[in-house]
């Protein structure tokens, strides 16, 4: 299957994984190879290698192909179907062709509230895909992500796993049209620009891009609560010890009470259950419904 006939219709998350029977060049397998052998041996047992070695064939083939779990279950001494079982358990591994940039849009609680559906709504019906489909160029992959861990700046929108903050649906559309129409786009927070799904996915398999110091890391909303407790003096950089103060006061407070409080008798009732017969002597009742009944 050719890259045009993989990306003539909008593509989605069901699509089994590909048989992808054309074999890797010699090239590129001998830089799968050694790629893989500096990944295995940062681990004691190799099979715990399987998930950035996944991340590796996506960074190869932008997806994981039917070649690529071969591979990788002939590097890890693992059987094909323990690989696919793995490869098709984790969002994050793609069973058809991603887009060049995986366009994420918030629509958890509190970025769903302040515009993130609408977002959502907007962007897709521009793009003319749903929840994990890909546009017909292969150059966006439209994902609902439930949350992006940047709940301060909601509504919040990711691509290729990039912060951009406090977005609209106008700011949202201009973003999918820049990166469709190959412009460098800088994220809110982050490196310069936000690199391709291949390049990013070679980062996850443990090869830095020497980008992760570039940008701004955390912005202004998280760090007001540091803001906050400078203004009111507070020594942040004691926080630690006086937790471990104020819990070791609270241990010795709790012995204390256990030891000045007399023990709690024993609880002689018991529970009415098929194989649990009633107390052969209750408690008496303050009245006899019964009786009154009767009377009535």
Not at 26 to 37: H, P, S, Y
Request: charged share 25%.
């Amino acid at each position: 299957m050719t890259d045009i006939d993989a990306h003539s219709d909008p593509l989605h998350q069901l699509t089994p994984l590909q048989a992808s029977d054309e074999p890797y060049d010699e090239q590129t397998l001998a830089d799968l190879r050694e790629d893989a052998a500096e990944v295995i041996a940062r681990y004691p047992q190799k099979r715990s290698a399987l998930l950035p070695l996944l991340h590796l064939i996506q960074s190869v083939d932008g997806f994981v192909t039917g070649r690529g779990v071969r591979f990788c279950a002939e590097q890890l001494d693992l059987s094909e179907a323990e690989v696919s079982g793995v490869a098709t358990f984790y969002t994050q591994y793609k069973r058809h062709p991603n887009g060049d940039y995986t366009v994420g849009v918030c629509t958890n609680t509190l970025c769903a509230v302040m515009g993130g559906d609408l977002i959502w709504e907007t962007v897709s019906e521009h793009l003319g895909v749903e929840h994990d489909e890909t546009t017909p160029d292969g150059k966006i992959t439209l994902e609902r992500i439930e949350c992006n861990a940047a709940c301060d700046f909601a509504p919040v929108v990711m691509a290729n796993w990039e912060f951009f903050d406090n977005q609209t649906p106008e700011s949202t559309v201009r973003l999918v049209d820049d990166l469709r129409a190959g412009r460098d786009v800088r994220p809110t927070r982050g490196p310069g620009k936000v690199c391709t799904f291949k390049q990013v996915s070679r980062v996850l398999a443990g090869f830095p891009d020497g980008l992760a110091d570039e940008g701004v890391g955390a912005g202004a909303a998280s760090l007001e609560g540091l803001r906050l407790a400078k203004e009111a003096g507070v020594d942040t950089s004691s926080d630690a010890s006086a937790a471990e103060a104020s819990q070791g006061d609270t241990e010795r407070s709790v012995a204390a009470d256990d030891a000045a409080t007399p023990a709690t008798p024993p609880v002689t009732g018991s529970t009415d259950t098929p194989a649990n017969a009633p107390d052969a002597d209750p408690q008496p009742q303050s009245h006899t419904p019964a009786k009154e009944d009767e009377q009535s």
